[in-house]
């Protein structure tokens, strides 16, 4: 089934920014661990295990549409202290919420209900889980200090 042009590029760039989120949060992770902060490697290996789910949906979505995507990440912007990794990746996430939403609407536009629902389902993964909770950390290291945060992070 062949998509609106339109709609088929602009998936092409989400799953561009999929795969840059997916190689942040795997670095970041990597990072977590060999810091020794064994709760944030869980917690951030997980997240890089979804984008790379949301990558995985919009890939199959592109192939069903009849295109072919383009499997090159956009770059990435990693963090050297755990503080900067929490801010970039919350800044990351805040990209990809925008964009899913301007995806949305495109496939409003255009009557792709099918790619607007998996584009939903993906924004509410991004704002409730992976946006929400980086909020939270950040906070707590404003409320508790960056010390007694990593001390919790062991």
Request: aromatic residues 8%.
């Amino acid at each position: 089934m062949q998509g609106h042009a339109q709609v088929v590029d602009y998936l092409k760039s989400l799953l561009k920014g999929e795969l840059a989120a997916r190689d942040q949060y795997f670095l970041h992770s990597r990072m977590y661990d060999d810091f020794g902060y064994s709760k944030l490697y869980e917690r951030i290996n997980h997240e890089m295990e979804e984008e790379t789910q949301h990558a995985d949906a919009l890939l199959k979505r592109i192939l069903f549409l009849e295109s072919t995507p383009d499997m090159v990440p956009d770059a990435i912007n990693p963090g050297a202290t755990v503080e900067e990794m929490l801010r970039s990746d919350l800044a990351l996430e805040y990209k990809v919420r925008a964009a899913l939403a301007k995806g949305i609407e495109l496939c409003e536009q255009h009557g792709d209900y099918v790619t607007r629902d998996m584009l939903k389902a993906q924004l509410k993964d991004t704002e409730e889980d992976h946006a929400y909770w980086l909020e939270q950390q950040l906070g707590l290291i404003g409320r508790i200090g960056l010390q007694n945060y990593l001390q919790a992070q062991l």
